[in-house]
């Protein structure tokens, strides 16, 4: 009787120890990302001078404010550091610059959060909480469409599109493959937030 309690009290130990180990990001971990976000990418016009105008607006690059829906996935390549790519659709409806854009651009992540609760030692829902710092480089094309920028042109044109910047966030875990996701920074998107999904993760949050 002594030996099967023992044995209980061994396994029950362990199964906490898992629990109290247990990380929102670990090597082999896997993120799919979904998001709204506010951006601001540089824009820099690609044949678009227009003779007739007096102002040669068409040689200036310029910062323009979009919204977008981005999708990013990440890859853990080891235990704090994750690579991904992400690519958006978006554009402004504003009637001095609209536009409609596609970007596509990669990332790296850096999870001290979870780097610093192994660190510790200590138990501060490491499980729940995932915090990052990282840095994002994209680019893309913005079309600009005719009749939208009578302002400047008679005719539609477009923009490539550059931006690299870094950035901080948090996936924060209300249920074992669900987070809310927060970010602020100065790459594709300078705020987003938006619902995260770990693909084929079977553990349980306490």
Not at 9 to 18: F, M, P, V, W
Not at 45 to 57: E, F, K, Q
Not at 93 to 122: C, W
Request: charged residues 15%; proline residues 4%.
């Amino acid at each position: 009787m002594k030996t099967q309690v023992l044995l209980l009290i061994i396994c029950l130990s362990a199964l906490c120890a898992s629990k109290c180990d247990a990380q929102a990001f670990d090597k082999g971990t896997r993120i799919i990302d979904v998001d709204m976000a506010w951006a601001e990418m540089l824009h820099f016009p690609v044949g678009n001078t227009n003779p007739y105008s007096t102002t040669d607006y068409g040689h200036i690059k310029r910062l323009i404010p979009t919204l977008q829906i981005s999708v990013q996935e990440e890859f853990a390549v080891h235990k704090y550091v994750g690579v991904g790519f992400i690519v958006g659709l978006g554009g402004n409806p504003s009637a001095l610059m609209r536009e409609v854009n596609v970007t596509a651009g990669i990332f790296s992540n850096f999870h001290f959060y979870q780097y610093l609760t192994d660190k510790k030692s200590k138990n501060i829902h490491q499980d729940k909480l995932d915090i990052y710092i990282g840095l994002m480089a994209g680019s893309g094309v913005a079309i600009h469409p005719y009749g939208a920028n009578d302002l400047f042109y008679n005719h539609s044109f477009y923009d490539a599109l550059a931006c690299v910047g870094p950035h901080v966030g948090f996936n924060y875990y209300f249920k074992p493959s669900i987070a809310l996701n927060g970010q602020v920074g100065f790459g594709m998107n300078v705020v987003q937030v938006g619902v995260v999904v770990k693909p084929g993760n079977k553990k349980s949050i306490r």
